[in-house]
């Protein structure tokens, strides 16, 4: 009888790894041509000073509604582009776009108090041996003032190879781009490797923060203490509540990311944001 189960659940298991690799191969086939017919699109979420209540920043987060496979998430079709290696090709193309739309911004005087519009940079695109000159192509290209573009490296990403992530950073930081870290506290970095690395921002991730106030608060007080004291700025992601809001507040955490403040949205609604002068001291002020 076991043995017959056994075999039953290996059936349905079987099953189930087929739908997924099939899934995956349609996936792929409609990433190769997405990008020429037109359905990927970009948008952007503030980030928001918890000081003063004003966009310091924007991360520029991609789109897809696929015609045939409907709209996905970036954490569903991000690794299914990383390993057929289309990462690359969309990678370049959201560095343009995202870079386009900033000095479009910039032009129109709309960015003076932005500090800069981030980019994700995946693990083959750090690789790639052609990402340097890319990207000094589309600054020139796009006119965009180098210091308003920020690319974010995930703290997995990075630690996989840190002398060649370390010389490309250097390499990235001379040009004047920033760096920040994204999802941090989720790897295994050590105060030795950062302290060595020109970054400018770490950003905590949110898993912990969904766990505010509560078990996330050793975590999140000790990035917070570890960051400043090596002059790095914290942006909190996923800040979904005003409790959040409350105990980052008091930790001393200066940036915030997240629905509580804003959604990811189209650039046309943060154009709206950015054209009446938002801020949103009304959320981050103490309310003690
Ligand atoms: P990420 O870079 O850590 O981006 C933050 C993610 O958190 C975004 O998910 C954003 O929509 C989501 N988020 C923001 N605020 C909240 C909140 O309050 N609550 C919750 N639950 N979520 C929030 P998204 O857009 O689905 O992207 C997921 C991941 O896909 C990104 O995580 C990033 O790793 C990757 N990704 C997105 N766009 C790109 C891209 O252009 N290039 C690369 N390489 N990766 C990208
Ligand atoms: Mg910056
Ligand atoms: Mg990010
Ligand atoms: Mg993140």
Redesign the pocket.
Known sequence: HAKHQGKNRYAVFKADMELRAQRRLRMEANLRRALQDGELY??Y?PQIDLRSGRIVGV?????WNCREMGAM???EF?PVAEESGV?VE??RW?LHTACRQAATWCKAGLLDSLEHVA????AS?VREPGLMDDIRAILHETQLPRGLLEL?I?EGVMMDDVPANLELMRRLQETGIHLSI??FGTGYSSMSYLKRLPIDQL?I??SFV?DLPGEGEAIVTAIIAMAHSLKLKVVA????TMQQVEFLRRAGCDNV????FA??MTAAQLTALLLERRDWSSRTALAV
Request: glycine letters at 8%.
């Open positions: 970009l948008h979420q991360e520029a987060l991609l789109r998430s970036p954490a991000i990462i969309l990678g959201v980019v994700n940079l995946s695109q974010e995930t994204d999802d950003k991730d949110r969904h992601e996923g800040v979904e990311q997240g629905f509580y959604r990811p």
